[in-house]
Structure formats: C-alpha cells, structure tokens
C-alpha cells in the first residue's frame, strides 16, 4: 500500500479487532470527523521531545528554557499553517468548541451573534450570552450568503457584530461559501468566525484569502490528538476582553491594594486567555501536524480523498435503499464526511453491525448537529427528541443518521470493505 510511506502515513494501520463472526480483522477507522488517527509523524515528533518536557514560560533551567522555544516556535508554525495576518493572535486552547467559547467570552458588549442552525453546537451554542440570530438552513452555498445579507441588513450598523460559521459540515461534508459569506459580512459591518473543525484536515486553509476575522479548530482531528486547540485571528477584541481564565501566566503584575484587593495587570498577548500551565505536549503535536501537512502539501492529499469520496458515492448509489444526506445537493463538493440512512433499518443497529461484523468504525446519531440532521431527515427540526440511539424496529423510518468519514491514511481497501457491507 503506497500510503504507508507518505509524510501523512498515520498510527493503528496494524490493529486488529474480533469479529462476532468469529477471527480477527484489521480495523478500518472511518470516523475521522470525530477524531482522526495521529499521523506517524506526530507520534515520532512528540515521543523524541518527550525527554526534554519542561515546564514553560516559568522555568531557568535548559529545558524549559527549551520546551518554552518550542511552544512559541510552534505557535509561529501554526500561524503560518493558517496564513494569518500580520497583527493576529494565536489562542492555544482545548479544542475548537473551547476556542468559541473563548471568543464568546470576548465579545463586545451588545455584540449581536448570527448563525445558522446547521452548525455544530460548538458553533450553534456558545453565544449563550450575547443576541442571537439562529438562521434558517439555507439550500445552496449561494442561498446561504442572500440568507445572511438579509439578516445583516436588519441590523443596528454601528453596533458591533459577529457571524459564525463552518467550514465544511461535520455532517454532509459539504463545503460552505466562506469567502463569501465574510465578504457580506464585512460589507454589514460585521465580523466572521470560521469553524474550520472539518475543513482544516481536508483543505489548504488561508485566513487572509478567506479574509475571516478568526479560525477556530482542534488538533485530534488534525491528526495529533493530544488535547489542543485553536484561536487565531484579530487582536483587538481578545485583548479588551477579560481573560477567559484568571490565574497564573495571564496576569503580568499582581499586587495588594491598600484597600485590602488586589490589582491585577493582564497580559496583552495571547498569554491573556493562556492562564495555567499550558499543554505543551498538544500544543507541538500540531505543529507537528501542521508542519507534516505543509511538507505533503494538500493536493494530494485531497485528490486521494476525491477518490474514496467517488467509491463510497458511487458505491452508496447502487444501494436503492440508501439515503445520503445533502443540503446543497447530490453534486455540492465535499470532504471526506459522508451521512446516509438505510431504509428499513435503525441506523445505530447497522453502525453496530458494520462494527461488530466488518471491524469497521463509523458514527451514528445526530453528530451534535440536532437540527440540520432533523431537517436533512425530513423530522421536525424544533423537535427536542433525544440524541443517540432511539429505539425502533427495522422499517421504521430513521431518527440518525449514519456517519462515514476518512482523510490521510484511509487505504482504499477500507473504503471498499465498508462499501461491501453496506451492500
Ligand atoms: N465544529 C465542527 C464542525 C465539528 O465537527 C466539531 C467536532 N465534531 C466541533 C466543532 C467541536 O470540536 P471539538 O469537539 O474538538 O471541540
């Protein structure tokens, strides 16, 4: 198999799983939009600095003189990654849902917050406390920037706004107009978060071409699962903000007051929403990550994974009891992230057969996108219902939804299993 050798080769190529059927076969992980295998090259990466982990930013001693060198070495290569602007800030954080709660955290008073309600809950629910404008599903890319130029129009012009959305879904895989959607935003006067969860594993990704305000994502679905995330984009408004925790490393200068407080001067870096001791481990495993998918360049990478996109549709397709899900429809472009009901069948029992029977791991369930899996499955989308695995008797119509995804590494062979038992 030729992928073995690549720079984007990954771990668990080897593992092997029982089958009820009796036997072992090697298992084929295909639920990388939950979170993707580590590249071999991150392992190897973080195995060979392990020795020389220090504590950083606080330490005199040389290694963690060294480890603090790699941390912001690594905050420079992630921002190249990300092709970030002159002026802008790398956040490391726990994971993109823990980077938009960051930048919610951050918003000006009065900022008014419009999404649509396709997103992710990451990107659906952290606006808790600001105004927010759920926007109906749009479908197509072209819909979805009308759908928000509209809603933009509404609006008080000088307050402050802002405007989330995905890259490409966790669901269908589709891509969303980004650069669009921050053109019209810009042009209203507002500002653009992209969750770019999926799109960062699949697809080159330039903040300044994309011209959005901030990035967000998450290293275990960039092939380096060790607990980190990100925020990039403009300064201004995380520096005004409080830091989003208090504590050690975001404060400059702490002192008493002579009315008994304290008074605390807050960093104006990035350390300001960096409180604690950093998980530096994480934090190099993506830059290793970054750096590997740099040198491999994305081409590749993503005609490969056309490919496996073409098997598995093509594959779906001779199915008639199959059902993929689409907003854009049958032809939108999209990433390795595919979405299917079986007629006749609940989707959490046929993800456990294609586990226990085949080896094979996918997703089932409402993959915390409740609303846009209720209208692709033609349920009520303001119905609360339950996530997870409802019970129902073959025949029934779905309530989920069936997940398969891959990316770097994914052999062909996998691809053609799951397509095999699918049929
Ligand atoms: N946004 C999207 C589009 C996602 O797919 C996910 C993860 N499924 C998230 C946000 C949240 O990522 P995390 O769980 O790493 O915070």
Do not use: M
Request: proline share 6%.
């Amino acid at each position: 198999d030729t992928t073995v050798s690549t720079p984007l080769a990954v771990l668990g190529r080897d593992v092997t799983v029982p089958l009820v059927t009796g036997g072992e076969v090697t298992y084929a992980a295909l639920d990388y939009a939950a979170s993707a295998p580590a590249l071999q090259r991150v392992w190897d990466d973080v195995a060979a600095y392990a020795p020389y982990y220090g504590s950083v930013h606080r330490g005199a001693g040389y290694l963690s003189q060294l480890s603090t060198d790699l941390f912001e070495n690594s905050r420079r290569t992630v921002a190249e990654f990300l092709d970030c602007r002159e002026g802008d800030q790398l956040v490391f954080t726990r994971s993109t849902t823990d980077s938009l709660n960051l930048l919610a955290a951050a918003l000006p008073a009065g900022c008014q917050v419009f999404v649509f309600e396709t997103e992710h809950h990451a990107s659906l629910l952290p606006w808790r406390d600001a105004e927010v404008t759920y926007l109906n599903a749009p479908r197509t890319p072209a819909e979805a920037v009308t759908t928000l130029e509209r809603a933009l129009a509404d609006r008080d012009p000088y307050g402050p706004a802002l405007v989330c959305v995905t890259g490409a879904s966790n669901v269908t895989g589709e891509l969303w107009p980004v650069r669009e959607l921050a053109a019209a935003a810009h042009a209203h006067g507002a500002r653009i978060v992209l969750d770019a969860a999926q799109l960062a594993p699949h697809h080159p990704l330039s903040v300044r071409e994309l011209d959005v305000d901030w990035v967000a994502f998450s290293g275990h679905k960039l092939y380096a699962p060790f607990g980190s995330g990100v925020l990039a984009g403009r300064a201004d408004w995380l520096q005004e903000a409080d830091p989003y925790l208090a504590g050690g490393g975001a404060s400059r200068k702490v002192a008493r007051r002579a009315d008994g407080g304290v008074e605390v001067e807050w960093h104006s870096t990035a350390a300001r929403h960096e409180a604690g001791s950093p998980n530096v481990i994480g934090v190099y495993a993506i830059a290793s990550a970054c750096k590997a998918l740099t040198e491999a360049g994305f081409d590749e990478l993503v005609a490969r994974e056309q490919r496996l996109v073409g098997l598995v549709r093509s594959g779906l397709a001779e199915v008639p009891e199959v059902r993929v899900l689409s907003l854009f429809g049958d032809d939108a472009p999209r990433v390795g992230v595919i979405s299917f009901v079986v007629e006749g069948w609940n989707s959490s029992h046929f993800a456990a057969a294609l586990s226990a029977e085949y080896g094979i791991g996918v997703r089932d369930g409402l993959f915390c996108a409740h609303p846009l899996v209720r209208t692709l499955l033609g349920s009520d989308p303001q119905d609360p219902g339950e996530c997870g695995a409802p019970e129902s008797e073959p025949g029934e119509r779905s309530l989920n939804a069936i997940r398969v995804s891959f990316g770097a590494g994914t052999p062909e062979e996998h691809v053609e299993r799951f397509v095999r038992a699918v049929k």
